[in-house]
């Protein structure tokens, strides 16, 4: 059992625990993921760690409430504890001094961003980081961000804070300008394959962390594959990062949804016991 | 007692039955039935079946005390030697271990040594342990990596021993491929749990949730106070044929297939809340027992056709002949020198079905089984809904990567120096599917308990 210490609204749907792990704290890296099970019948799910304190031994985990796990996870309080939490998994960023780098998170992407670009900065880069979602409601951490960052610049869809418009908007303009040695970008399939699209002719490298389905995360199933070039590679092994110019994001999409119909049956069956839709409660 | 009394058969739910339930398949033996088979045995004075068993259970003993009717008797000496029996009476091999040293195996039927162990096992479950080890602490702590049957032997005899064991596991259940692949309606898992319990009952303390090679690397376990390390951390790398089509949505690899059913429960779906889809049509390549497993198991969530797909004939098949046969009383399907070249995209990224290609026989190969040979112009295609690959699978890579002294073969197997599974690194010993690649649950067993002795060795000399 690992207990929540700290649990925090970011946003409209948007949940952070900081949950008390030791042994994980001291040796999570920026890039790693956990996975989480909350009750005895439950799923295990792949979070991001979004930041660890190897002082207080904690981990932070930031998600959205999208599926029915998610939704029964953000009803648990502080001093609840998480049923299994396992971690670190997968390779960590491969962190150096690079130059100038740009960091773009978009939605609860932002989460797995913020170590990597707090990594980065202080292994002496120039850390540009745009970060972006749909509102204001929804974009979290831009404090926290600026903390990290040489510069920050944010974007939402529909302008309640930051530059209106997507994070490749502002992206495309920093590549005008800025003699870039690599990018990171966390977010939504469509955005991490806008940015791969934008930095592929100039030839900039470019990583992206993909968050698959997974059961074991330990490379025993086999679920989280992802064509990566000509090989399949399993993300939570040689992953969660991958190079972005390789990683065919259409097949990563559909297999992110082959269990949407399951899921929200998951969803109405634990949102009304009659029979769902209703809304009773 | 006449040679010619028959071997008494293991009563088994209908097969029209149990393919609507995951209820365990066979039943298990009566008293009567067991005290007869039992009288089977000729107490020999030499007993070869215990030469066949790779943790050396006193066969003849215990069944002489079936035979007397002292069942505590009867568990306590198979005790001694097995942490596991309730599971090795139901999924070791017997056929090609203790059951064919059997002399009776020469001339007719060999005494049911598995099914007897399995009575005696479920007779303890029922009726409670009531034989308590004497286990004096030596004060000196072994770390095991792995709670799968190879961790799960040597953790319980070292604990017998008198160490102070804990067991490292990365799952949030102990257990390994006793509950994530073999299957409940082979080996129940509340059968598995009461297994663990009595591991836990000699003073062993498992940390789950713990991946040896991230939480905590070996180095690190020796600082934490652990004097020796036995790793068997099992084949947990599933192989992919490397076809096109193969990352389509509806194929599985086995391991995922069983994990999702057996460990997340998926069949309970929604009320657990792991999913699984299993469509009309579902082709199995391989024909281990893992693909039986997986056939079987698409039957019970739903399919109307289960296909094994191989590409040698029914001889070279690898898995258990019982096993075959129930899967055949069930309505599996087996397309034989047979194997999948491409699998075909409905449109939407989903499997609508599968192209093959026929096989012939040729010349034996290395294993000495006759090789495959493709039959050209044959190929054709087969609609189907779910493919599940079960063609093996290689050693996880997680605690190899993460400890660079650690020496490993080409495949990424561990190398052991010796048969007592001593790896590169001194006090640190490997067994299992890690060591041998993808074996058996009782291999593994063995390999643990013969690790358990040479830690037992190693710590004795050191002190």
């Known amino acids: ?281 | 007692m006449p040679l010619k009394v028959p071997r008494n058969s293991m009563p088994t739910q209908e097969p029209q039955e149990r393919i609507n339930n995951f209820k365990e398949v066979a039943l298990g033996y009566e008293l009567e039935i067991a005290k007869k088979e039992a009288e089977r045995c000729l107490q020999c004075k030499r007993p070869f079946c215990k030469e066949g068993c790779p943790v050396e259970v006193d066969i003849p003993e215990f069944i002489q005390a079936l035979k007397e009717d002292d069942m505590q008797k009867a568990i306590d000496i198979i005790r001694t030697k097995n942490s596991l029996p309730a599971v090795c009476g139901r999924v070791c091999p017997q056929e090609n271990q203790c059951e064919m040293k059997c002399v009776l195996s020469k001339k007719g039927e060999a005494v049911a040594i598995g099914r007897l162990e399995r009575f005696v096992a479920d007779w303890e479950a029922e009726h409670g342990r009531n034989t308590e080890e004497k286990i004096k602490s030596n004060g000196k702590k072994v770390a095991i990596v792995g709670a799968g049957p190879a961790g799960l032997t040597c953790a319980g005899d070292l604990a017998k021993m008198g160490y102070e064991v804990t067991v490292f596991e990365a799952l949030h259940t102990p257990g390994g491929v006793l509950m994530y692949g073999i299957p409940e309606f082979r080996l129940p898992k509340a059968v598995v749990k009461r297994e663990i319990e009595y591991i836990e009952s000699l003073g062993v303390k498992f940390e789950n949730n713990s991946v040896v090679g991230k939480l905590y690397d070996i180095e690190e376990l020796f600082e934490l106070g652990f004097q020796s390390i036995f790793i068997g951390t099992g084949a947990g790398l599933p192989y992919f044929m490397n076809i096109p089509g193969e990352n389509l949505n509806g194929v599985y690899s086995a391991n995922e297939f069983l994990t999702r059913t057996n460990l997340m429960s998926a069949y309970d779906f929604p009320n657990s809340s792991t999913p699984i889809k299993v469509g009309k049509k579902v082709a199995i390549v391989g024909a281990g027992n893992v693909a039986i497993d997986a056939a079987r198991t698409a039957l019970r969530l739903g399919a109307e056709e289960s296909y094994i797909v191989y590409r040698r004939s029914r001889a070279e098949m690898p898995a258990r002949l019982e096993e075959i046969e129930h899967a055949e009383e069930e309505g599996v399907k087996f397309l034989l020198l047979t194997s999948p070249i491409k699998i075909n995209d409905d449109g939407t990224g989903t499997v609508k079905s599968m192209t093959c290609i026929r096989y012939e026989l040729g010349e034996p190969d290395q294993s000495g089984r006759r090789s495959p040979v493709a039959i050209e112009n044959s190929e054709f295609t087969m609609e189907i809904d779910n493919i599940i690959m079960a063609i093996g699978q290689g050693p996880n890579p997680l605690i190899p990567s993460s400890t660079p002294n650690l020496q490993t073969n080409q495949k990424g197997n561990i190398v052991t120096l010796n048969e007592d599974g001593l790896t590169s690194i001194e006090g640190v010993y490997a067994g299992g599917d890690i060591v041998t690649g993808a074996a058996t649950v009782i291999l593994a067993m063995g390999a643990g308990k013969k690790a358990a002795r040479a830690i037992d060795k190693y710590l004795t000399k050191q002190s």
């Open chain 1, 1 to 281: 059992m690992y207990k929540i210490m700290k649990k925090e609204a970011l946003g409209e749907n948007i949940v952070l625990f900081e949950i008390l792990a030791p042994q994980l704290a001291k040796k999570a890296q920026a890039g790693q993921f956990v996975i989480v099970r909350i009750a005895e019948k439950g799923e295990r799910i792949p979070l991001t760690i979004a930041d660890y304190n190897r002082e207080e031994g904690t981990i932070t985990i930031i998600f959205q409430e999208v599926g029915r796990t998610t939704k029964d996870m953000s009803l648990l309080h502080e001093g609840d504890n998480i049923l299994d939490l396992v971690g670190p998994l997968g390779e960590p960023t491969q962190i150096a001094n690079y130059g100038t780098v740009v960091c773009i998170g978009g939605g609860v992407g932002i989460a797995p961003v913020y170590p990597i670009a707090r990594e980065l900065k202080a292994a002496g880069n120039k850390v540009i980081s745009i970060i972006g979602a749909r509102c204001e409601n929804l974009l979290f951490w831009p404090e926290k961000m600026a903390e990290v960052s040489d510069e920050l610049l944010i974007a939402t869809d529909d302008g309640s804070v930051g530059e209106k418009g997507f994070v490749t908007d502002i992206f495309k303009k920093v590549m005008k300008r800025e003699n870039i040695e690599q990018v990171w970008a966390i977010g939504p399939m469509v955005m991490m394959k806008a940015v791969a699209e934008l930095t592929r002719p100039e030839k900039i490298k470019t990583i992206v962390s993909l968050n698959p389905i997974m059961v074991d995360g330990t490379g025993m199933c086999g679920c989280c594959r992802v064509q990566v070039g000509e090989e399949t590679k399993f993300a939570c092994v040689d992953g969660p990062e991958f190079d972005a110019h390789l990683v065919d994001f259409d097949l990563a999409s559909r297999r992110l949804a082959y269990y949407k119909e399951e899921e929200k049956r998951a969803l109405e069956q634990k949102t009304c016991n009659n029979g769902g839709g209703c809304k009773c409660h």
